[in-house]
């Protein structure tokens, strides 16, 4: 399937559901970001900045680029011009940082904080402690530039679908936790990132509200550690 039918096929199994797609375009061309942009899809998804850079620079200005990937400090003054939203905090020192070039761009900058749901220790992310402690702190107050719209979650990558559910039904049940003890106004909590093209129907079925799916639209990437 090209890659504007396979947008569509999905856009139909979610339609009537929480999810919207983020179209995970990394690696992949912008010959095949334009292909999904003409048939109206607007929110694309990158986890390198250089790369997410050199895209937004030459492609249409009403894409919404989301950063999904691993942000590293010194890099958030590339991205936070423009970036529609970023997927992946995980420490607070780097919501300071997108907070400090918030500020300078003046501009509030939507962020998701990464919890860390699977069982390998390899990906990034807080402990559901971290995030209540940080709520509880009063240390974003300082945070004028940044608004928390939400969480977002990766699974552990297992055929056993029964834990992969269990891990996103954990994470939506930790978001209305924290959506019922939690109001401020630098908080938004709406949204539930979690899902990908392995797992998006068990995640959207646990109540995501956006997939980030690469490889099912653009196809395999050819290399094996992203
Ligand atoms: C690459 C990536 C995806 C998309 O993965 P696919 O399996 O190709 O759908 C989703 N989320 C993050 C954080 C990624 O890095």
Redesign the pocket.
Known sequence: MSVADQIKSINQELEGTSAKLIA?S?TKPNELIIEAYEIGHRAF?E?KVQELVDKADVLPKDIEWHM??HLQRNKVKYIAPFVHLIHGVDTIKLLKEINKEGKKNDRVISCLLQVHIAEESTKFGFSEDEIEDFLESHLLDEFEHVKIIGLMG?ATNTSDQAQVRREFAGLKAFFETLKSKYTHAHLNLNEISMG???DYKLAQEEGSTMV?????IFGARNYSN?
């Open positions: 995970v990394k998804g986890n999904i990937g990766m990908m093209s392995g980030r799916i690469g490889s099912t992203n």
